[in-house]
């Protein structure tokens, strides 16, 4: 398993800036049971760093977060995702930045609200794999592959039902 997630992360981190072409008009949600997941091909995720020194004790991650509009209306483009109060969407960070993910488009998706599990529940994914890695129970290169691979497989593992 390590070995995979570790090809996987180096896969990740070898994308070039624009991981897919510039004509993309369209993407589809994939789905784990209900739970919506990225289109791969248009959101890969994408990492910043792979230190966990600096994910673990590198202060807030405010100063890589810097979405601009613009961005933020191409993914729901993309993706064609209207925003509606509590049911879609926040433009979420496949690998998260306190996971060491990129404030870059190819880790952006419109992640639902509902149907749950969605945006909410898979930031506490992102929080228990975050303290996962700075206990040393896990390796940052799991994590990130983890999460761009199947957040919601995360989420029950986290759960204790898988």
């Given at each position: 398993m390590k070995l995979r997630a570790l090809a996987l992360l180096v896969a990740l981190a070898a994308l070039p800036a624009i991981a897919r072409p510039q004509t993309v008009t369209t993407a589809t949600?994939?789905?784990h049971d209900?739970?919506?997941l990225p289109d791969r091909s248009v959101t890969p995720g994408k990492v910043r760093t792979t230190?966990?020194?600096?994910?673990?004790?590198?202060?807030?991650?405010?100063?890589?977060r810097h979405t601009?509009?613009?961005?933020?209306?191409?993914?729901?483009?993309?993706?064609?995702?209207?925003?509606?109060?509590q049911i879609c969407c926040?433009?979420?960070?496949?690998?998260?930045l306190e996971l060491g993910g990129a404030d870059e488009v190819e880790n952006l998706w419109p992640?639902?609200?509902?149907?749950?599990?969605g945006a909410h529940e898979k930031d506490a994914v992102e929080n228990w794999l975050h303290?996962?890695?700075?206990?040393g129970?896990?390796?940052?290169?799991d994590a990130q592959a983890q999460i761009a691979t199947d957040w919601y497989a995360v989420y029950l593992k986290m759960k204790g039902t898988q």
């Open positions: 949600y994939g789905h209900a739970v919506l230190d966990a020194a600096e994910v673990c004790h590198g202060g807030s991650t405010k100063q890589y601009t509009a613009a961005e933020k209306n191409q993914v729901y483009k993309w993706y064609h995702a209207v925003k509606k109060p926040e433009v979420d960070h496949l690998i998260s992640q639902p609200y509902k149907p749950a599990p303290a996962q890695v700075c206990a129970s896990m390796t940052l290169g």
